[in-house]
Nanobody, 121 residues
Framework: QLQLVESGGGLVQPGGSLRLSCAAS????????IGWFRQAPGKEREGVSC????????NYADSVKGRFTISRDNAKNTVYLQMNSLKPEDTGIYYC??????????????WGQGTQVTVSS
């Protein structure tokens, strides 16, 4: 059974850091381009970052460039999102997802269940 499980969310003060993990079972992540998405209260889900199968290509939403870093450890079947200099507007539920194709613009194939990130003093 395919599962994507996000972890690492929590409550953090502005300026703090969190590292999210996306661990997979029932699927080999190194065959897939992976995206991180988030959904803030009352807003639509948006793409945050994406990493290619090899890890050599990454992209980021303008709002997180220079603060977030996506990476992957295919040996551990896990993708990470390191989030630094967090702001209150980064608050939301963060989801990882596999893509149907090699491009970050490909559609989403599978979603994780999400992990809550709250940035507040």
């Amino acid at each position: 059974q395919l599962q994507l499980v996000e972890s690492g969310g929590g409550l953090v003060q502005p300026g703090g850091s969190l590292r999210l993990s996306c661990a997979a079972s029932g699927i080999t992540l190194d065959y897939h381009t992976i995206g991180w998405f988030r959904q803030a209260p009352g807003k639509e889900r948006e793409g945050v970052s994406c990493i290619s199968r090899s890890g050599l290509s990454t992209n980021y939403a303008d709002s997180v460039k220079g603060r977030f870093t996506i990476s992957r450890d295919n040996a551990k079947n896990t993708v990470y999102l390191q989030m630094n200099s967090l702001k209150p507007e980064d608050t939301g539920i963060y989801y990882c997802a596999t893509k149907t194709g090699p491009l970050c613009s490909s559609m989403v194939a599978y979603w994780g269940q999400g992990t809550q990130v709250t940035v507040s003093s």
